[in-house]
């Protein structure tokens, strides 16, 4: 099944005649169900991409075992100079029969809607954020009296009881143009609204959090707040399914390149393969990480000093996952064993005695 926005691709191959089908179909369940048929027996593969799941719900009740199959593998077994719809959906086919489809991990329902959720919230603040960057600009292109630039605070967003008020510092500004004042008023307002829906999606979170025994557990590591805990732990989906910490930092794409020919070998930049949102967690921790752990911060210190200050990020960033990966497996909180412990090539991470 080659999956498409408006419509879907499918290929149907009969084992014992050799028979081939194919037909464009359109994202309902009476199409899907008119092209199978009555084929309890049948197996289907579906390349993962953004909409997998919805074919993947439309299917999952009309044939014996659906597979996901992992795109970038797919490609590197069968790319094609001539790519059709018709093609790929007949290549998928045939490596279905032969046994060599790639998979890829197959997330349940409920795993899906936690993502969305997270990923949701993860949006709303990624638009705020934009929306301040946007006043953050107009207010610096404005000629201001050396009074009212002497008050400006630090963070233009804070309210009160954070010790400055910068809300009402920019509400107080006197605007050159009339134009201009509409604008930051309509970006004010624009903030104002994205905070409130920001406040109802932590709502969401917290109900995902008192429900997950995982995302508890890693909220317990330095630098991983409820939110990451919830994204991290949903994104993992099961450490059960990774048979090392290794394996866990090559699927966060936190690993070293390897480039090796005529007995050299060379490292690189990390991958960047994998999951982008485990990956952009776990970098996000790191410096919250460093001032709540003395352990932690010893370590980044010592790796700035001798690598450059996103490399000691990155190196840190595998470290955590190693360390969460052992939290999940033993299931048991974490603590600090090592305080004075500057090693960065020591992974020394303590687990408490379960309750």
Request: glycine share 4%; aromatic share 6%; charged share 30%.
């Amino acid at each position: 099944m080659d999956c498409h926005k408006q419509y879907d691709h499918a290929t149907i191959i009969n084992t014992e005649t050799g028979e081939i089908r194919n037909k464009r179909l359109a994202h309902t369940t009476e199409e899907f169900r008119e092209f199978i048929g009555d084929k309890a027996d049948t197996r289907m593969v579906i390349e993962s991409c953004w909409n997998w799941s919805r074919t993947y719900e439309l299917t999952k009740d009309l044939v014996e075992e659906v597979i996901l199959a992992h795109p970038l593998k797919v490609k590197a077994i069968a790319s094609a100079k001539i790519k059709t719809d018709a093609i790929d959906s007949r290549t998928l086919a045939q490596l279905l029969m032969a046994n060599l489809i790639p998979e890829a991990h197959l997330r349940k329902a409920d795993n899906r809607i936690k993502q969305r959720t997270i990923r949701h919230r993860a949006f709303l603040v990624a638009m705020r954020t934009r929306v301040k960057n946007r006043i953050n600009d107009m207010v610096s292109s404005q000629l201001l009296p050396a009074e009212t630039l002497a008050a400006r605070p630090k963070n233009l967003f804070a309210k009160r009881g954070k010790g400055e008020n910068g809300v009402e510092w920019l509400k107080s500004l006197e605007w050159s143009r009339a134009e201009d004042s509409r604008m930051f008023e309509s970006n004010m307002r624009i903030v104002e609204h994205l905070s409130h829906e920001i406040s109802t999606s932590n709502e969401m979170v917290k109900d995902i959090y008192e429900k997950d025994k995982d995302a508890r557990l890693l909220s317990t590591i330095p630098g991983i707040g409820r939110t990451l805990a919830v994204l991290i732990s949903t994104e993992i989906d099961g450490i059960d399914r990774f048979g090392s910490p290794s394996r866990l930092c090559s699927y966060a794409g936190l690993v070293p390149s390897t480039h090796s020919s005529g007995g050299k070998t060379y490292h690189g930049k990390i991958t960047l393969e994998g999951n982008k949102w485990l990956r952009w967690a776990l970098m996000e921790a790191v410096v919250p990480a460093s001032y709540a752990d003395a352990e932690i911060r010893g370590k980044l210190n010592a790796l700035r000093k001798i690598k450059n200050a996103n490399v000691a990020k990155t190196i840190m960033a595998r470290w955590l996952l190693k360390v969460l990966y052992h939290v999940l497996k033993e299931g048991r909180p974490y603590i600090a064993a090592h305080p004075a412990d500057t090693n960065p090539g020591r992974l020394s991470i303590a687990l408490a005695n379960s309750q």
